[in-house]
């Protein structure tokens, strides 16, 4: 396993000092002394990201094809070696660790597809009118390119789809853009892995010098020497607001600002309503617990709030949930610090008076989380903003309303979120209509009886939100759309046929002066 930075072709371990990835089940250092970047590596890595951009962005479609195809065989032929070291460095299950690392090679495969398609260019012609009068047109050709470098954050609950080789990297290197990953600490060995195999790639398929680095960090000074950078071009980020919200206001101070698009979570409300609680208890429950423990709750999109109307058959769901959730075995969690992170939100939860927290299936072990159930009234949790921050964990907290117009109130009182969901019978649909019509406003995607865990990776899927979901609602972090986040446009005017090598490579036209 190579435990240097990786710059390009290039390892490099300047810095002396070691950094180790931690198994969290056993607390233990795990095998492999990775060398931190220094800041003369960091200037290294993001100079020959600039110089590779200049030949990346105008290689050809095929080519840039074939390169995210090979880390994709790549990762599969890791085999058991990748699955074993993520499941150390996470605690997650192999069952979790195998279906992420198959969605992680669907998106470079659907990522190949979609840069040999060219569509992402959105070439719009409108061609000139000299006849016209008062003025005649000019002819104008527009097209998106790459912006040029862009930093990947690795993620922590994410060490493969939202990491190394993840969505954040697939749409940058699809888009043209050479991309430099800060490791998460957490896996460390699971990122050496696949930043080899990414350089393999690069390599064998005949890509510039540093179109892909990997950078070790020992503390947030590596990610702020990236973002600050003058040639960064863009960030890509998944994790905490408040490490988000750093980024975004790094990026924003810079001479020359940069977007930093930032998915930092989100409390993901599920509105329940009666009749429905009243006809699919059991199935809601089931339904519920599942979203709220899977990957023992360490998902954006598990649902952190429940909205219903506080009557017997609310009152019976909340029992068929609490005794399932206590029957939920308590699990390792990512790392130690995300473990004291739940810990410390379920005990700020617990500090507000009104708040009942359910009989949890308790334990004293500190890295393990177990699932837990909130209850509070909706007077309570509209006056208090604590309550309506993200716990990051297996914990769900229940909001009871008077009534329908009270839901109302709660969803207008609620941020910005990655998703919304309505359970209702056909009856309600009314009230679907009415709920639906605040949401638009406050969330990415929208889900009519479901969970909001399980985000298919496709052209129509919006993963992302208004603030503080993410920094930039206009744009999603997961599926096809990913890339536009790495594109500007730019319109030629009046430009012979000869010098526009894109369009022609575009438009199946032979003459081209400028291409490789
Ligand atoms: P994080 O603290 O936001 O860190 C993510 C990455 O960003 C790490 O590489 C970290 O560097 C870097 N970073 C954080 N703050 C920075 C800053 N001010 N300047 C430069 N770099 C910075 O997230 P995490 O480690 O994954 O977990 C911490 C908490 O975030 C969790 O307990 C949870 O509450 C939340 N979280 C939410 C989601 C979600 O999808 N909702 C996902 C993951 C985490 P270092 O490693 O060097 O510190």
Redesign the pocket.
């Known amino acids: 396993m190579i435990t240097q930075n990786i710059i390009g072709f290039e390892l490099s371990s300047q810095s002396s000092e070691k950094i180790y990835a931690v198994d969290p089940a056993h607390q233990i250092n795990l095998p492999g002394a990775f060398s931190p970047a220094t800041k003369d590596e960091v200037d290294r890595a993001v100079q020959k990201a600039q110089s590779a951009w200049r030949i990346y962005r105008n290689i050809e479609s095929k080519r840039k094809a074939l390169f995210l195809t090979s880390i994709a065989e790549g990762i599969e032929n890791l085999g058991d070696v990748l699955v074993k070291r993520v499941m150390q460095e996470t605690g997650y299950t192999e069952a979790r660790v195998l279906v992420e690392r198959r969605r992680t090679c669907t998106q470079l495969r659907m990522f190949a597809e979609i840069v040999e398609k060219e569509v992402w260019r959105d070439i719009t012609i409108d061609e000139a009118l000299p006849e016209r009068t008062p003025a005649p047109r000019p002819d104008l050709r527009k097209i998106n390119v790459a912006i040029g470098p862009v930093i990947v954050?690795?993620?922590?609950?994410f060490p493969l789809a939202y990491s190394t080789a993840g969505g954040d990297t697939a749409s940058a290197l699809a888009a043209g853009c050479p991309v430099i990953v800060?490791?998460?600490?957490?896996h460390l060995g699971t990122n050496a892995l696949v930043a080899e195999v990414i350089m393999n790639a690069a390599m064998n398929t005949g890509m510039p010098d540093g179109v892909f680095s990997s950078l070790n960090?020992?503390?947030?000074?590596?990610?702020?020497q990236l973002?600050m950078h003058p040639m960064t071009a863009g960030v890509g980020?998944?994790?905490?607001?408040?490490?988000?919200r750093?980024?975004f206001d790094?990026g924003n101070k810079r001479l020359k600002p940069i977007p930093v698009f930032a998915?930092?979570?989100?409390t993901n409300p599920v509105f329940l309503l009666p009749q429905k609680v009243a006809q699919d208890a059991q199935k809601i429950s089931s339904q519920l617990v599942e979203s709220i423990t899977i990957s023992t709750g360490?998902?954006?999109t598990k649902p952190g709030i429940l909205v219903a109307i506080d009557n017997f058959e609310t009152q019976h769901l909340i029992a068929l949930l609490e005794a399932t959730l206590a029957q939920i075995t308590p699990a390792v969690m990512?790392?130690e610090?995300?473990a004291?992170?739940?810990h410390k939100?379920v005990t700020a939860v617990q500090a507000e008076s009104t708040v009942r927290l359910s009989e949890s299936n308790s334990n004293n072990d500190l890295i393990l989380g177990s699932a837990l159930l909130a209850i509070v009234n909706a007077d309570m949790f509209i006056a208090n903003p604590r309550l309506h921050q993200?716990?990051?964990?297996p914990f769900s907290l229940m909001v009871l309303c008077k009534d329908f117009a009270q839901m109302l109130d709660v969803a207008q009182s609620l941020d910005g979120q990655l998703t919304a969901t309505v359970q209702a019978t056909q009856d309600e649909l009314l009230w679907v209509h009415q709920l639906t019509d605040i949401m638009i406003e406050k969330a990415g995607r929208i889900i009519f009886n479901g969970v909001p865990t399980g985000v298919e990776v496709s052209a129509a899927m919006t993963h992302g939100g208004p603030y503080p979901a993410s920094t930039d609602s206009r744009f999603t972090a997961v599926g096809n759309s990913a890339i536009r986040r790495w594109l500007r446009p730019v319109t030629f005017q009046n430009f012979p046929e000869g010098l526009l090598p894109e369009f022609n490579a575009i438009l199946d036209k032979p003459n081209n002066p400028i291409n490789p």
């Not at 980020?237 to 988000?244: A, P, V, Y």
């Not at 998915?263 to 989100?266: A, L, N, T, Y």
């Not at 993200?390 to 964990?393: I, N, P, Q, S």
Request: proline letters at 0%; glycine letters at 18%.
């Open positions: 954050f690795a993620a922590s609950n800060k490791a998460h600490e957490s960090g020992d503390g947030i000074e590596t990610g702020q973002v980020f998944t994790g905490s607001l408040k490490g988000g750093a980024l790094l998915e930092m979570g989100s360490q998902f954006c990512l790392n610090s995300i004291h992170n739940f939100g993200e716990v990051f964990g």
